[in-house]
């Protein structure tokens, strides 16, 4: 009898055991899910500005009839006819006059763009944690699927736009970019010499030659650093030490020192290489 109790209690536990394996959703699942939750608010948040749009469209017709401009009032109305059938606004609407209405149509695209490129942003953070889990994992499948996912929800809402030569970068923003989609960022960053943003996290001499300064910046909340190279040609450096700790000193050729503790915040101008291991700048400077 006990015997028998055991058989049934073993085999009671390895169903629900199996039954807890089966409930558990893979990475793919998980990503889909979440990206279909983004592109819903994307959705919602397009339909919302296009229908203010459509009601200003109304509002500038009105302004138009008024003074009986018929041109541009008809053209107006052909706008609002199309966006209330098509319910998409993209630079190839946009009108070359009346100027009122193209003014109206930038406005409402370049927020449009901003709100949606912002929702995008804000869900990254999840889909990239859940890719580097599931590689941590071993579940490699289920993190190529994930970073598939990513891949299709930023190239179909946000355009790859290339960054200005000199504009100031958040090393989050930088960091994000490249665990996100690295071919991606490359297309935005690659080539390009920016400004990060970040705390500094350390430094030390460059371990192959010792002619360069190796610091180290790091966002926010994200894991890495962007590996920052200073030509010891051009830059001196010292360390101070005081009651709050060590301070970075860094001396270039002409013009002020810079001081920095670690953790403190600081801009480095450099040219991005992109990703090897890390995410490095070369030929670095500190503007001034």
């Known amino acids: 009898m006990k015997r028998l109790l055991l058989l049934i209690a073993l085999i009671s536990f390895g169903a629900h055991a199996h039954a807890q394996r089966v409930a558990v959703p893979n990475g793919a699942s998980l990503a889909e899910s979440e990206v279909q939750r983004i592109e819903e608010r994307i959705a919602n948040v397009r339909r919302d500005i296009l229908s203010k749009y459509e009601n200003q469209l109304g509002e500038l017709q009105l302004q138009f ?6 041109e541009s009032a008809i053209t107006v109305r052909d706008e609002r006819t199309r966006i209330h059938t098509e319910q998409a606004l993209s630079e190839l609407n946009l009108a070359k006059e009346p100027k009122s209405l193209r003014t109206l149509q930038q406005t409402t695209l370049t927020k449009m763009n901003d709100l949606v490129s912002g929702t995008v942003a804000e869900s990254l953070p999840k889909l990239i944690e859940l890719k580097k889990q599931l590689t941590v994992d071993g579940r490699l499948d289920d993190a190529v699927s994930v970073r598939q996912s990513i891949e299709r929800l930023q190239n179909a809402n946000v355009p790859i736009l290339r960054a200005e030569s000199g504009s100031i970068v958040p090393a989050e923003t930088l960091l994000r970019a490249y665990s996100a989609d690295r071919a991606r960022a490359d297309k935005t960053y ?9 705390a500094m996290a350390g430094y030390k001499l460059d371990p192959e030659n010792g002619k360069n300064l190796l610091i180290y910046l790091t966002g926010g909340t994200s894991t890495g650093w962007v590996l920052c190279s200073f030509n010891l040609m051009q830059w001196r450096y010292r ?7 060590t301070i970075l000193v860094l001396i270039p050729k002409d013009g002020a020192e810079v001081r920095v503790a670690k953790g403190g915040q600081m801009d480095i101008l450099g040219d991005c290489n992109g990703w090897d291991e890390l995410v490095k700048l070369t030929k670095c400077d500190v503007p001034r």
């Open 65 to 70: 009839q008024k003074i009986a401009d018929l």
């Open 239 to 245: 360390e101070d030490h005081s009651g709050s700790g």
């Open 190 to 198: 690659k080539g390009v010499r920016i400004a990060v943003r970040g």
